[in-house]
Each structure stands twice: as C-alpha cells, then as structure tokens.
C-alpha cells in the first residue's frame, strides 16, 4: 500500500515562504500524476499544483506565479515551495498520488483522481 508522508507547514507572516516535501513508498505502479491540494473548514479540498510523470504542471489562478510544484523521483518526493505567502493561503495541504492511469491533466485537478493522500500539514499565514 503506497504511503504519503507531508511536512514543512508551519506558522509564517504574509509574504513569507514556506516548502512543503511529501515523501512517497510503496507504490505497485509509479504514479502518473501528484498534486498538492488544500482544504479550510469553509471549502472542500480543493487542488493548488499538480504534476505528471511528463513534467506537465497546472497551477490554481489563485497561487499561479508564487508556487512552484516539483518532483526528485530519485528521492520519491514531492514538493511545493509557496512564496510570497497572503492569508487565504491557510489551510490544510495535502499531497496525493494516483494508481498510474495516464489520462488527461484536466482530469487530474480532482480529487476524485487520486488513490493515495497524505495526512495533510497545517499552513498558517497571518496578516
């Protein structure tokens, strides 16, 4: 059963950044695509960076320019390094990976996409 393993979230000031590492194992198939998503207590989890096994990426308008999603497949991680922070960044970030089924990366900005998720790490950004 593959394993998601988030961290780097934390407590920064606006305009501040942070970098997020999802360390993988124990995939059966090597995902196709990754993503970072993000939920709060008032929106569903909802994606903010994806990235396929072809180095395709799509960004949330919301985080495009500022965030930046990126794999070392040597080390199974993923990350999402976070600039220029702003408060309605804060929430819970989760990585996720599917089962390998390549397929379109529209399809891949859902949730339902993904097999495997992470605990989730808190990202705090304050005013």
């Known amino acids: 059963q593959a394993q998601l393993v988030e961290s780097g979230g934390g407590s920064v000031q606006a305009g501040g950044s942070l970098r997020l590492s999802c360390a993988a194992s124990g995939y059966t198939y090597d995902p196709y695509y990754m993503g970072w998503f993000r939920q709060t207590l008032e929106k569903e989890r909802e994606y903010v960076a994806v990235i396929g096994e072809n180095g395709n990426t799509r960004y949330a308008d919301s985080v495009k320019g500022r965030f930046t999603i990126s794999k070392d497949n040597a080390k199974n991680t993923l990350y999402l390094q976070m600039d220029s922070l702003k408060p309605e960044d804060t929430g819970v970030y989760y990585c996720?990976?599917?089962?390998?089924?390549?397929?379109?990366?529209?399809?891949?900005?859902?949730?339902?996409?993904?097999?495997?998720w992470g605990q989730g790490t808190q990202v705090t950004v304050s005013s």
């Open positions: 996720a990976a599917d089962d390998g089924r390549r397929t379109f990366i529209d399809y891949a900005l859902h949730p339902g996409h993904y097999n495997y």
